[in-house]
């Protein structure tokens, strides 16, 4: 059983810090029955309920005992932006005044309902992020600290609660490294997964790095099974360390030989997630070099277009960083398909509320005139 990590709080825990093992060796030691933890779980997430006073399984009595030893929530919702294309951006405020967002994201193809075929939520890993990618406007924000378990849970809750609707996928790209906050993520990775929770199955789940070598080796160690993804966007060591200042520390070799080592345990084939810049990426000579890359495990290749972070005043390259041109664009992706490489083009969702890839920056002050930060928007 993992140990669950710090928490900044100092009085008393998350409730949703808690896998069920967890909970129930929390409550014996308590003196609490540890039947109860399942009861507590499933009034939690297959009941949704909101707080202490909802749980009507337990006695009132234990209820209160509760609630002076676990915090029921982690996060409340500050604002939601709607998107024309019905992207929804979530502002969420912790506890200790922190601040993150989530992003939810409907397919264009829909059912026969009328309703979106994937409901995918981008979920955040940290407050900030240590990272640095010039092209990236969550950098800008640095890294206040690691999310905790509950914190990242309860944006999947929280959001299905605003929304109205069950969430059908799950991609950890919001702001942070997932795998510099390994604990925690797993943690909640583990209790959205549970049949109990009766949220989102692994296969459901993307978790999109920056090349965290000991992270993948771990991943690869523990047999996870959630589909893994790596943010690559250059096909030359040179680029991508001024790009991605972390790819000093990996070299593109490194993050090869940990992608073979990970698919050999988990037989998980891998997506490269690859951002298409003016004159710096997007040449032929790039296209079957990322061909070549993808030949070493069983891949799929995500093409990016370039989204604006020009609102958070970039400086150096992140200020020169332009959007291949459509024409470059399409050529590169028709490179790609000729080399035999299995491509896809990302949507650009969300960008008229900066909720589109790279662009998450707690930009609502400057872009939003519906509402005050903090007074939460209903959704259309």
Aim: include cysteine; charged fraction near 20%; aromatic fraction near 6%.
């Amino acid at each position: 059983m993992r140990a669950l990590a710090p928490s900044y709080l100092e009085d008393k825990q998350f409730l949703k810090n808690y896998r069920l093992v967890e909970l129930q060796s929390f409550l014996n030691a308590r003196g609490i029955p540890p039947y109860r933890a399942m009861q507590i779980m499933q009034a939690v997430y297959a009941q949704r309920k909101a707080d202490w006073s909802h749980v009507s399984a337990l006695p009132d009595v234990l209820r209160a005992e509760l609630d002076a030893l676990l915090r029921f929530n982690s996060l409340h919702c500050e604002q939601q932006q709607v998107s024309a294309d019905g992207t929804v951006k979530f502002l969420f405020g912790l506890v200790d005044n922190a601040q993150i967002e989530s992003v939810w994201i409907p397919s264009e193809s829909v059912q026969d309902d009328g309703k979106p075929k994937r409901q995918t939520l981008c979920v955040s890993t940290q407050a900030g992020c240590p990272l640095g990618c010039t092209f990236c406007a969550t950098a800008t924000l640095r890294l206040q600290r690691n999310l905790e378990c509950a914190e990242i849970v309860e944006q999947v809750l929280m959001a299905q609660q605003l929304l109205g609707r069950d969430i059908s996928n799950i991609v950890f790209m919001g702001m942070g490294e997932p795998l510099l906050n390994y604990d925690n993520v797993m943690n909640a990775i583990d209790i959205i997964t549970m049949p109990e929770a009766k949220l989102v199955p692994a296969k459901r789940i993307t978790l999109s790095t920056a090349g965290i070598v000991p992270g993948i080796l771990r991943m690869a160690d523990e047999k996870r099974t959630v589909k893994l993804a790596l943010s690559l966007h250059a096909t030359t060591n040179g680029l991508r360390e001024k790009l991605m200042p972390i790819a000093r520390q990996y070299s593109l070799e490194e993050l090869g030989n940990a992608l073979e080592y990970y698919y050999r345990a988990t037989r998980n084939p891998i997506t490269f997630e690859y951002i298409l810049f003016d004159g710096l990426n997007d040449s032929p000579l790039d296209a079957k070099r990322l061909a070549r890359l993808s030949r070493r495990v069983p891949t799929k290749v995500n093409v990016i277009p370039f989204h604006s972070i020009d609102f958070t005043h970039p400086e150096g390259l992140g200020a020169q960083l332009r959007p291949s041109p459509p024409e470059r664009f399409k050529a590169f992706i028709r490179e790609l398909q000729s080399l035999d490489v299995h491509v896809m083009i990302r949507s650009s969702s969300g960008v008229d509320i900066d909720a589109a890839c790279g662009q998450l920056a707690l930009s609502h002050e400057s872009h939003d005139d519906s509402g005050s930060p903090g007074e939460p928007q209903q959704i259309a």
